[in-house]
Structures are given as structure tokens and as C-alpha cells.
């Protein structure tokens, strides 16, 4: 070989060389920059963050919603996932799992060998780890590209977390069908049980929906999900999990599902809705969808269904008025019943919470507060005769209710319990209007009010909702506290650390004295004035309210540990309610009676005691009392079924009177 011919293949040679080693080190960078995006699961199992779905519960612990955004997802640990669920799926999905590196050839040929005699896709050659890579880290776009992409990542995975942990991400992950992600939220959601409980039948089932979710739906396709379900037990059968005896007993269950997705939807809805606002300010879409948080309400569901149940009893018609009621407990501001209207599915506006309506003479605490402030007494005397004077641009006339009263002098308080207006206007001029503002937005009214003398009488120019005036009636029964009401009792992260919680403070808003005087003449009002059909025997203070026409009508007002505030009418349009089953609504009328009914059985629902637990101590003045279920009165050892609920120290006296 001559020199010439030599020094053309060497360098021939070299360029090829060289060429190689330029690949070899892009390929090379190719891999680090695929094993960059990793996380090193042996070092730190929680290294792979997932959306999880966030989980609202009432005051008893029962699930109320889970709110997540594209997936409902609860995130478990390895060691919480049954054994028998793990085998399942290996069985069923990768029965080499245990054997190859994270890419099992033998299943890429037999797969590539039964696709090609059927001429189409029937078997799939990728792994319990490539699937995982997939949903972790590629788009699952299905290009020749993306499949090296995965096979790559997933050796590399495999380098890099034990089988177990890989396992444990894959079941975390995977879609179960039913909007069910990962094993947590599909045990909950086919069987009501939690991923730790799941039995070898459910987790067989479980395992078997993975391949494909809508065929195997068992709720739709039970045949299918059954056949799916005994397949996955004979292959668990014959590769050594399961004995022939446990294959047998658990072919033999039935399905047993338990779907609680529209059942935890459909309870208090308005509520859960109220709860999710309060939270959307607080913490963001984010966090509340994606956070895996758990939300722990104040909502009592005896106290709700006893508020859907009154409203129900009084005006049960679809052509009815729309009821509102809100219900605050006055020592915290907790929210435990909420009734925005007849229907949410039709209509998702809550009433209760963000409706703003004219209040009529509900709102004449409020005055009374201001000139009690001011050195008036409920001693002093007032003419009633019909009242005009100039506001503004115009003549403001005043006439009482259906000028019952049309001359004379009363004192306040008897002004106070039958609501004579013209004295009420002539005291709102004696006090000032900007007072009375002042005065119910420290006692829990966040409306924005005009300064205008009319608001003696609730002539609101844009309105105020149940809740502002159950929480600031509340304040009155709290000794002048006000506290700001919240459906929320606390928030955490799916390991329990605290997120957030309300303040529950409260601040002096008005004088204990003040306070003390508006509940004396109020509960005249209860006993003996407009709001007597509301009396449920027990001690109570309340106001009735009429709008002008029988447009709204209102009674607010605490008994035991709530403060309530009911509302009737028509949403739509200013509607008169002048023939409602051949009555004129008044605050005396219907919604006394709603108040009456709710708070017979409402008023008594204490704080159950098991909520008070861990670090938490019972607050000062607060005693644990074990009560009747039926009756909400103090137990007799003859009573079948008890409670132990909290309230204040001293407020249950009497004992059950029920015959059992």
C-alpha cells in the first residue's frame, strides 16, 4: 500500500472517529439531560410532587366535598398500599416487573409478534416503569421519538429507586376511571374505604380497571369489570401470590361497590360552596385544587338538616318564595347551617350569604343600640303619631304598620317590641344616621350603608345578607363580642400541619351594658311583641322585619348557642307577598315559623366533644355535657343514644323528658 493511499484511509478513518465520538458525546448529553429530570426516589420518597385532591369534612368528620382541578387524587404512602393491590397490578400489568431493569425486551418481541399477526395493536410491550416515566415526564405522545425517550428514562429510573418505589409512584398515578387518580381516591370512590383497607377482591378489581378504565367501569359495565376482576385473581393465582383456597374465596365476592361521589356532592351545597369562596380569597385556585388539603368545617349536619327540614315544612312548593336561613354560633362565629335556596342545582346564587335584601324593622336594633350609646334609655318616651320631615330633596313621611298607632307617646322598649315606626324615625334624626352605620358595622354588618335616616325602618339602599345579620345579632349574645362569622374550623396539609384558621377573637364592638339592654327588650319581642310565633319555650331574643309592599320578610334573632337569621321572598323582582297561601308575609309569619321549627331542635347542637382533641383544651366557660340524641337535653341512663357535645358551663339544665 503506497503512502499516499495510507494517509487517505487514516484520515478517512480519523473523520469517522471522530464523527463517532461526536455522537457518542451528544448521546452521552442526551442521557444526562434525561437523567436530570429524575428525582432519586430511594433518597427521598417524596422527591415526585403530584396534584392531590383536597378533601372537605363537617363538624362530624363526614366527607361534604374533594375538590381538585383536572385529577382527584390523594397521594398515600408506599408502605400504605396493600401488598395484595401491588401483586395485582404486577400480575396483570408486568408480570416481569420484578425481573428486568425497567424495559423488558422478551415483552417488546411477543408484543411486536401478536400486533403483527392480528395487523393491529393488542398488546402492549411497555413496562410498570416505562408507564410510570410516561406519566411523570412525557407528554404520552406515541412517536417512535418518545418511546426511546421512555425506555431510556425508565433504565434510568430504575438505576435510581428500588421496584417498590417505583410500585408506589406508578399506583399513586395511575387513572382509575370515575375521575379516580391514584389508589387513595379510587378506593374511596369505588368501595368508600380508604387504599390501606382494600380486600384482595377490590384490589384485584382495582388492578384490572388500569388498562383500560371506561371498559372496565364496573359501575357501567359489571359484566366486564367482573370477568377483568376473576382474570387478574388467576393470574395472581398462577405466578405465586395468591393460593388456589384465596383465589377461589375472593372469585366468589360480589362486587360491592359504593360510589360516594354524588352522594358527598348533594349535602349542604350552598355551604360547601360558601366555604369555597372564603377559601379561594385566602389561599388560591392553586393550593385548594392541587394541595391535597384537608378542610375541616364547622357545618353541624343536625343543624342543617333541621334548617332544609323548616324550610321544607313551611313552604314547600316549587311556586313558594325562596327561603334563606344562616346560622352562626355566637361564641365563635362559626357557621353550622346554611339554606341559599330551594334548589342548587338550578340556581347556585346563595341567598343566604350573598343575597343583600331590605331588612325592615330588623334593622331597628341597630338604632337602638346607637341612642343607647348615646345616654337614651328604654324608659324614654316618644310620640308615635305618623312622622314627616325634610331629607335631602325630598319629605321622608313615616306611617306605623298599617296605621295601627296613629297618636300617643311609648316608651323605647315598648316601641322596640311592637315596632312603631314613627318612633323609630324620630329617633334615627335624635341619634344621626351616621351613628347607626358606625354602630352595625362594628356589631358585624360588612354591607356598605348610606348614611340615610330611612335605614331606621331597613330601608337599605343596597341590602344586607342573612349572615351579616345572623353574626351581628350574634353580637349581642356575646356580651358586645363580635366575631367575624366563617364556615371554616381549620385547614391542614395531607401530613396535618396547619394551613390556616380563621381568627376567632372577636373584639368589643359594643358595651357589655348596651348589649345586656338589647337583649332584655328583645326577648320581649320573643315573649311577648311580633316575634311571639317563634317562641320555642326555651329563653330567645329576636326581631321581625317587613320591607316595604310584604317584599322581604325577616325574623334574626339567638337562642342557646346560635344566632339565626331567617328571609322570605322573591329573588327576581321586588314581588309583593301579599297572598302566600291566603296570608300577607310578614317576619312574624312564615319566618317565624321557619325560626321556630330550625331552632326547636338547632339551638341545642353543641360542638361535639371529640372535636376537642389533641393540644386543643376546652375553652374557659365551656363544659362537655353528654345529652340525648333525640331530645338535645342533659341524658338519663335510660336514654339509648347519647352524645358528648360541648357548651357553655351552666346551660344545660334540664334532663331528657322523653319516654324511650
Request: charged share 20%; with cysteine.
Amino acid at each position: 500500500m503506497n503512502r499516499q493511499r495510507l494517509v487517505r484511509i487514516l484520515t478517512w478513518a480519523s473523520g469517522v472517529l471522530a464523527v463517532v465520538l461526536v455522537v457518542l458525546l451528544a448521546f452521552a448529553g442526551y442521557l444526562w439531560s434525561l437523567s436530570t429530570r429524575l428525582p432519586d426516589l430511594a433518597a427521598d420518597p417524596d422527591a415526585i410532587e403530584m396534584p392531590e385532591t383536597s378533601i372537605v369534612y363537617a363538624a362530624d368528620g363526614t366527607v361534604l366535598a374533594e375538590w381538585f382541578d383536572a385529577e382527584d387524587r390523594t397521594v398515600v404512602a408506599d408502605d400504605v398500599i396493600p401488598q395484595t393491590l401491588k401483586h395485582a397490578t404486577v400480575a396483570i400489568e408486568d408480570k416481569r416487573f420484578y425481573e428486568h431493569s425497567g424495559v423488558d425486551l422478551r415483552a417488546i418481541t411477543r408484543a411486536l409478534s401478536v400486533n403483527s399477526r392480528a395487523g393491529e395493536v393488542r398488546q402492549g410491550g411497555s413496562t410498570i416503569t416505562q408507564q410510570t416515566v410516561k406519566l411523570l415526564y412525557t407528554d404520552g405522545e406515541r412517536t417512535l421519538t418518545r418511546k426511546i425517550e421512555e425506555a431510556l428514562l425508565a433504565l434510568s429510573l430504575e438505576t435510581r429507586a428500588e421496584k417498590d418505589d417505583v410500585l408506589g409512584v406508578y399506583l399513586n398515578m395511575a387513572y382509575f376511571g370515575r375521575g379516580a387518580y391514584g389508589v387513595e381516591s379510587a378506593a374511596q370512590r369505588f368501595f368508600g374505604t380508604t387504599a390501606a383497607d382494600l380486600t384482595l377482591s377490590q384490589s384485584a378489581l382495582l388492578a384490572g380497571c388500569i388498562r383500560s378504565p371506561t371498559r372496565y367501569d364496573p359501575f357501567v359495565n359489571p359484566d366486564d369489570a367482573l370477568s377483568r376482576r376473576n382474570l387478574v385473581l388467576r393470574e395472581m393465582r398462577d405466578q405465586g401470590y395468591i393460593t388456589s383456597e384465596e383465589a377461589a374465596a375472593a372469585t366468589a365476592e360480589p362486587l360491592g361497590l359504593k360510589d360516594t361521589a354524588e352522594v358527598a356532592s348533594r349535602f349542604a351545597p350552598y355551604f360547601v360552596e360558601y366555604v369555597r369562596r372564603e377559601l379561594l380569597d385566602t389561599l388560591g385556585s392553586e393550593r385548594l385544587y392541587r394541595g391535597g388539603l384537608r378542610i375541616y368545617t364547622t357545618l353541624d349536619p343536625t343543624a342543617q338538616r333541621a334548617a332544609e327540614a323548616a324550610v321544607a315544612s313551611v313552604l314547600p312548593s316549587p311556586g313558594d318564595p325562596e327561603v334563606a336561613v344562616a346560622a352562626v354560633r355566637w361564641s365563635d362565629g362559626a357557621v353550622v347551617a346554611i339554606v341559599g335556596g330551594r334548589d342548587f342545582a338550578a340556581e347556585q346564587f346563595d341567598l343566604a350569604t350573598q343575597g343583600r335584601r331590605q331588612t325592615g324593622s330588623a334593622f331597628k336594633p341597630f338604632v337602638l343600640a346607637a341612642a343607647l350609646e348615646q345616654g337614651y334609655t328604654l324608659d324614654s318616651t316618644w310620640e308615635a303619631s305618623p312622622f314627616e320631615t325634610q331629607v335631602k330633596d325630598e319629605i321622608w313621611h313615616v306611617d306605623n304598620y298599617e296605621n295601627s298607632i296613629t297618636g300617643g307617646t311609648y316608651t323605647l322598649e315598648t316601641a322596640t317590641v311592637w315596632s312603631i315606626n314613627a318612633v323609630y324615625a324620630r329617633l334615627i334624626m335624635a341619634v344621626g344616621a351616621d351613628k347607626v352605620v358606625d354602630v352595625a358595622h362594628r356589631m358585624g354588618i360588612t354591607s356598605d350603608i348610606d348614611p340615610d335616616p330611612a335605614i331606621a325602618l331597613g330601608g337599605l339602599s343596597r341590602g344586607v345578607s342573612p349572615l351579616e345579620m345572623a353574626s351581628a345579632f350574634g353580637t349581642i349574645a356575646n356580651t358586645g363580642i363580635a366575631v367575624a362569622p366563617s364556615g371554616v374550623d381549620r385547614v391542614t396539609d395531607a401530613e396535618g400541619e396547619l394551613v390556616y384558621a380563621p381568627d376567632r377573637g372577636g373584639e368589643q364592638a359594643i358595651s357589655q351594658d348596651v348589649a345586656s339592654t338589647l337583649a332584655g327588650v328583645l326577648n320581649r319581642v320573643y315573649t311577648q311583641g311580633t316575634g311571639q310565633a317563634a317562641n320555642i319555650g326555651s329563653w330567645g331574643a329576636v326581631k321581625t322585619g317587613t320591607a316595604q309592599s310584604w317584599r322581604d320578610a325577616w325574623i334574626v334573632g339567638y337562642s342557646g348557642n346560635l344566632s339565626t337569621a331567617v328571609w322570605i321572598g322573591y329573588p327576581d323582582a321586588q314581588v309583593a307577598m301579599d297572598n302566600v297561601h291566603g296570608v300577607r308575609v310578614t317576619g312574624g309569619s312564615f319566618p317565624a315559623a321557619v325560626w321556630k321549627n330550625f331552632m326547636a331542635v338547632a339551638s341545642m347542637c353543641g360542638t361535639p366533644a371529640a372535636a376537642v382533641t389533641g393540644d386543643e383544651t376546652l375553652a374557659s366557660g365551656e363544659q362537655i355535657y353528654t345529652v340525648c340524641s333525640e331530645s338535645y337535653k342533659i341524658a338519663r341512663p335510660d336514654c339509648p343514644e347519647t352524645m358528648e357535645l360541648v357548651f357553655p358551663a351552666g346551660s344545660l339544665t334540664e334532663y331528657c323528658d322523653l319516654e324511650h
